[in-house]
Structures are given as C-alpha cells and as structure tokens.
C-alpha cells in the first residue's frame, strides 16, 4: 500500500507541488525582510529629516517626493544629491546602513530577494542576513525564521556558523526528517524530505 502511494505521489507529482510551496514559502518569508530593511530606511531618513526640522516636501522636488512615497529611499536621495543637508542625511544613513550607498551591494541584495531571485537556500539566507546586519536581532531571526517554517513542515534544518573577518555565515546546512516520539518511547522516524532531489530545482542547501 504504502509503495502504490509512493509511486502514486510521483506520477502525480505532489513531491515536486509541495517543494514548490515550500520554495515560495521561503522566498516570502526573505521578501519580508527586504520589506523590513526599506521600512527602517523609509523611518531612519524621516528622523533625520525632523532632526533638522524638516518634512519631505520641504527637501524634495515633486519627483523626489513621488519616489520617496513610494518606499523608493535610496532612488530618491540621490536626484538631487548636491543639496548640503541631504548630502548630510546620505552620510550619517551610511552610517547606520553600511553597503547601501557606495558599492550598492544591500541594493543588490535587496533586488535579488524582492524579484524572488532564490539561488541556493544558505546563499539566500545568508544574503538576508547581510541586508539586515544593522539589527543583529533581525539579522539572527532570518535564520531562524525559515529553520521554523520547515520545521513545521516535518524538515529539521541544522547551520554552522562559519566565522569569516567580521561577517558570520551560516554554512554546512544539513536536512533531516523530523521524528516523532511514539506513546511506547520509541522515536519513529517520517520521511518527510522530499525524494527524487525536488529540492534541488530551488531549495538547495
């Protein structure tokens, strides 16, 4: 019965459905950062707006105001960048979010996970964590955030940290099936991973 489910499930391919959910499902909960990091850029630039007594409207011109209310931060600081005061705004933003002006790499990153550009899972997720670096809180709840939703879904999913300089990748990803405790004591393994590799069309490690 069980081998008529198996191949069942092939045939009909559930095994590659549910990896699809579950891609999706991961690239949603990283677009949720990359949300995050252009709210706190968004606030951060209000602050210090109100800290030198001004509102967008008193700094931006009618473009720069329509890019600004679109959550568009970065795009609409640098139209008219030879204003002192914002000058003065982009560099105390760099500041508190290293890698956003300059080389750009945040706004890459940024771009990467907003248009659902999922490379490989600890790739991804160690991208998020590199967006996110100006909140060490926000930056450890990537991880953690995603190990969550596969758990839910039957799927441990182990990280070493791998110290490099001053950044701390996750590395050495290992997926295993989560098991469930029987009333008699004896730990019963479910093979919930997915078989014939459908991970590795886009969730790989």
Request: one cysteine or more.
């Amino acid at each position: 019965m069980s081998a008529y489910r198996e191949h069942s499930n092939f045939v009909r391919l559930v095994d590659h459905v549910r990896a699809h959910r579950l891609i999706l499902a991961v690239q949603g909960r990283l677009v949720d950062y990359a949300a995050m990091f252009e709210r706190d850029l968004y606030f951060a630039t209000l602050g210090l707006l109100a800290k030198h007594g001004l509102k967008p409207h008193d700094l931006f011109g009618e473009e720069e105001l329509t890019e600004f209310s679109r959550g568009r931060v970065i795009y609409a600081l640098g139209i008219r960048n030879e204003n002192p005061i914002l000058r003065q705004i982009v560099q105390n933003l760099k500041v508190h979010f290293p890698g956003t002006w300059g080389n750009r790499h945040n706004v890459d990153i940024r771009n990467e996970i907003a248009h659902l550009e999922l490379k490989r899972l600890t790739y991804s997720i160690n991208q998020a964590r590199e967006l996110m670096a100006y909140d060490r809180k926000l930056k450890n709840a990537i991880s953690k955030s995603v190990i969550e939703l596969l758990y839910r879904e039957g799927i441990n999913l182990k990280f070493i940290i791998a110290k490099s300089g001053d950044t701390h990748d996750l590395s050495s990803p290992v997926l295993s099936s989560r098991s469930a405790t029987h009333l008699g004591g004896k730990k019963l393994v479910f093979n919930r991973l997915l078989k014939y590799s459908c991970l590795d069309s886009g969730l790989r490690t």
